[in-house]
């Protein structure tokens, strides 16, 4: 699922290329897209574009008159651009919608079959804060409010930061990249953490969103983003289950949950123990290794 710092450089793409311009058609090929019916999604046509943004991991056109088009695109959805005259071709199977401008078109498409990604129309202010989960950025956060929002319920802290009513566009890719900044267990209790502990997670988060959000901007300069992924070679234990972690070397661990996989350090973040994976240690019981040591 494309998280903050995708979502933030998708959103200064399409800034870039849409501010002032005039949507001439949009089309919606699924009908599992458009989760609204009023206002009609048709009054978006012949409006201009006032505005992009982000509303955590959603991205929101502004157009003329306080209508907002707000994209949610969950795991498998992603955007690209396509410029007027580009070389026609027929359109992807997996395209769920197209908004036409006269200059080129921005187009959804989403890989698989489960239709996830939405789209909703809303009118105003208000009813575009409906769709906020609430979570807070913690580029701008103080350290109090930070501490503040982390302990509000006791829940781990792997669910904490991935939680959109707690904290805003931080999902599974860029928490372990987090919690290993921080030396963090991903099971650490949120009210069982020192103040030092809260302290190293706040900077984490801040860092690592900052600097993942700097290296895709150089990454895409002015084209628009492609291959946005969860996965990326650069990383330190996201995906890397099995390679060396670059702090001390020890393979990367991973706990398998649900469609998820959480990746983590033992050496670097729970102090040499390997942490149960429910399926796994189950099916080996005896066998299953309590440290990173005894798979040496």
Same mark, same amino acid.
């Given at each position: 699922?494309?998280?903050?710092?995708?979502?933030?450089?998708?959103?200064?793409?399409?800034?870039?290329?849409?501010i002032g311009?005039?949507?001439?058609a949009?089309s919606?090929?699924s009908p599992f897209?458009?989760?609204?019916?009023?206002p009609p999604v048709?009054?978006?046509t012949?409006?201009?574009?006032?505005?992009v943004?982000r509303?955590g991991?959603?991205?929101v056109?502004e157009?003329?008159?306080r209508?907002?088009a707000?994209?949610h695109l969950?795991?498998?959805?992603?955007?690209h651009?396509?410029p007027?005259?580009?070389?026609?071709r027929s359109?992807p199977?997996?395209?769920?919608?197209?908004?036409?401008?006269d200059?080129?078109?921005l187009?959804?498409t989403?890989?698989g079959t489960?239709?996830r990604?939405?789209l909703h129309?809303?009118d105003?202010?208000?009813a575009?804060a409906?769709?906020d989960?609430?979570?807070?950025?913690? !580029?701008?956060?103080s $350290?109090?409010v930070?501490r503040?929002? #982390?302990i +509000? &319920?006791?829940?781990t802290v792997?669910?904490?930061?991935?939680?959109?009513?707690?904290f805003?566009?931080i999902?599974n890719a860029?928490?372990?990249?987090?919690l290993h900044? !921080?030396?963090l267990? $991903?099971?650490?209790?949120t009210?069982? #953490?020192? +103040? &030092?502990?809260?302290g190293r997670?706040?900077?984490?988060?801040s860092d690592?969103?900052a600097?993942?959000?700097?290296?895709?901007?150089a990454?895409?300069?002015d084209?628009?983003?492609?291959?946005?992924?969860a996965?990326?070679?650069?990383?330190?234990?996201?995906?890397?289950?099995g390679?060396p972690?670059?702090v001390?070397?020890?393979?990367?661990?991973r706990?398998?949950y649900a469609e998820?996989?959480?990746n983590y350090?033992?050496?670097?973040?729970t102090?040499?123990?390997?942490?149960?994976d429910?399926?796994?240690?189950r099916?080996?019981k005896?066998?299953?290794?309590r440290?990173i040591?005894?798979?040496?």
């Amino acid at each position: 699922m494309p998280e903050l710092p995708d979502v933030v450089v998708y959103v200064e793409a399409v800034h870039k290329r849409l501010i002032g311009k005039t949507l001439v058609a949009l089309s919606i090929p699924s009908p599992f897209l458009l989760r609204t019916a009023v206002p009609p999604v048709s009054t978006l046509t012949g409006r201009r574009v006032a505005g992009v943004r982000r509303i955590g991991k959603r991205i929101v056109l502004e157009f003329e008159g306080r209508l907002f088009a707000v994209l949610h695109l969950m795991i498998a959805g992603r955007l690209h651009w396509v410029p007027q005259g580009a070389r026609a071709r027929s359109p992807p199977r997996n395209l769920l919608a197209r908004f036409e401008f006269d200059d080129g078109a921005l187009t959804l498409t989403e890989a698989g079959t489960r239709k996830r990604a939405s789209l909703h129309v809303v009118d105003g202010e208000i009813a575009l804060a409906a769709l906020d989960p609430g979570g807070i950025d913690v !580029a701008t956060a103080s $350290p109090e409010v930070f501490r503040e929002r #982390l302990i +509000a &319920e006791n829940h781990t802290v792997k669910r904490a930061l991935t939680d959109p009513r707690v904290f805003s566009g931080i999902g599974n890719a860029y928490s372990d990249e987090i919690l290993h900044r !921080a030396q963090l267990s $991903p099971f650490a209790l949120t009210r069982k #953490l020192t +103040a &030092e502990q809260i302290g190293r997670l706040h900077r984490a988060a801040s860092d690592v969103l900052a600097e993942w959000t700097e290296r895709l901007r150089a990454a895409t300069g002015d084209g628009f983003p492609g291959k946005v992924t969860a996965f990326r070679p650069e990383m330190a234990v996201h995906g890397k289950f099995g390679q060396p972690c670059p702090v001390c070397g020890a393979p990367v661990q991973r706990i398998v949950y649900a469609e998820n996989e959480t990746n983590y350090c033992a050496r670097c973040q729970t102090g040499g123990t390997i942490l149960a994976d429910r399926s796994l240690s189950r099916l080996l019981k005896a066998s299953w290794p309590r440290s990173i040591d005894e798979l040496g």
